[in-house]
């Protein structure tokens, strides 16, 4: 088994709560949803991590509990934290959703001229080859 979740030990093999650490962790999620960003709400839970760790705990699933982790947070509370995070990167546009390309094509037919000249100069050679197009044909054209 990997890493050991921040508010949980491992006791002969069964993972159970670390008391200090869930009340820290039951204080982080009451002050994020109350409204606090996710470095003063780590402040006021008394837990020292980076930002991303602090969202690492506040996405966490185990916290709800599973066939190995007791639970420490109540499902809807989760709920409410996971809610309350999508709305806050919604509003700061940190949502990124992939965009329909509009628009044609780029070109993939082309009238080549044919040439005969050869150069040591790789890069010379590029353009000798691209100076040899003498018009693009669309896609959807052809």
Do not use: C
Request: aromatic share 12%.
């Amino acid at each position: 088994m990997g890493h050991t979740p921040y508010g949980y030990r491992i006791e002969k093999g069964k993972a159970v709560v670390d008391e200090t650490k869930a009340k820290q962790i039951k204080l982080l999620f009451e002050a994020y949803l109350s409204g606090d960003s996710l470095a003063t709400a780590a402040k006021k839970a008394g837990i020292k991590a980076f930002h991303a760790g602090i969202g690492n705990i506040l996405k966490n699933k185990r916290y709800v509990g599973d066939n190995f982790y007791p639970a420490i947070i109540a499902k809807a509370n989760f709920e409410a934290e996971e809610l309350e995070r999508m709305n806050r990167a919604e509003k700061l546009g940190r949502i990124w959703e992939k965009k329909e390309v509009n628009g044609s094509p780029t070109p993939t037919f082309f009238s080549i001229a044919e040439g005969n000249k050869q150069f040591d100069d790789p890069f010379r050679q590029a353009e000798y080859a691209y100076s040899l197009i003498e018009m693009e044909v669309d896609a959807n054209e052809a």
